[in-house]
């Protein structure tokens, strides 16, 4: 026997189970999910794919700027302890000594703090880009995406705050202070705190930061458009050991 609901039935009632096929795919892309702590209504209205997109975007953009001014500073330090460490063992003077170990001290330091409160979004970018989300997912991925957005900022305010100037100012302050309380050579001291805390600025002078303004446009609902930078100039410094003495170089980009 044939169906008894007749061919028109039948194509009837496919379309409409395709027309709610067509209408559920349309509402799972178009979710929602809240907005983050300072963001608002115009935020949380956006859809989350539009978000989890943005975050991305900025957090590959970022990626690069910092592991390079990482690796650049790594290598500038390691150089500089490297070397006044391997000058040690030639000098018989124990003054001089000071003032090398002091040194090595020093640049040691600076690479220690690289890692030690690093730049979040070196590690973070190639994992929220990797993350992949179905309809059930997406609110989900988009708070892993949102965290790190957040933790990239802070990381990068954190870096480049008063709180990091003063901290290199005092650093350099107490280990010149070794030197002239400890061994009486106030010359050499003055040069460990100066050269010292000329390096530290030129390190919080060039990190880059664009995740803080990346972060005020995502509260804002700003989504659209490249991303507006913190006014960084495009050059960098980094410290040089050479023979004889210790310096700074700088690079452009272009």
């Known amino acids: 026997m044939g169906d008894p609901r007749g061919p028109g039935t039948v194509r009837a009632t496919g379309c409409i189970g395709l027309v709610f096929l067509l209408l559920a795919a349309a509402a799972a892309r178009a979710e929602t999910c809240p907005a983050i ?3 608002g209504a115009a935020l949380a209205a956006l859809p989350a794919e539009t978000r989890v997109d943005f975050i991305r975007a900025r957090l590959g953009a970022e990626r690069p700027r910092a592991r390079n001014w990482r690796r650049g500073f790594t290598i500038g330090y390691g150089a500089l302890a490297t070397g006044q460490a391997a000058a040690l063992p030639s000098t018989s003077d124990a003054a001089g000594r000071a003032s090398l170990g002091v040194g090595a001290a020093s640049a040691a330091l600076g690479v220690v703090a690289l890692y030690a409160f690093p730049l979040t979004v070196i590690e973070d970018a190639p994992r929220i880009s990797s993350l992949a989300a179905g309809p059930r997912e997406r609110c989900a991925v988009l708070t892993e995406a949102d965290a790190a957005l957040v933790r990239g900022a802070a990381s990068e305010a954190r870096g480049s705050g008063a709180t990091a100037h003063l901290a290199n100012l005092g650093v350099n302050a107490a280990l010149g202070l070794v030197l002239g309380l400890g061994h009486h050579r106030w010359n050499e001291a003055t040069i460990v705190f100066g050269v010292g805390s000329l390096v530290g600025e030129a390190q919080i002078g060039t990190q880059p930061t664009g995740l803080i303004s990346d972060l005020a446009r995502y509260r804002a609902a700003d989504l659209p458009g490249p991303s507006t ?11 040089l050991a050479v023979r004889g003495g210790t310096g700074v170089t700088l690079s452009l980009e272009f």
């Open 229 to 239: 930078r913190a006014g960084r100039p495009a050059w960098s410094v980094a410290p």
């Open 37 to 39: 702590a300072g963001g």
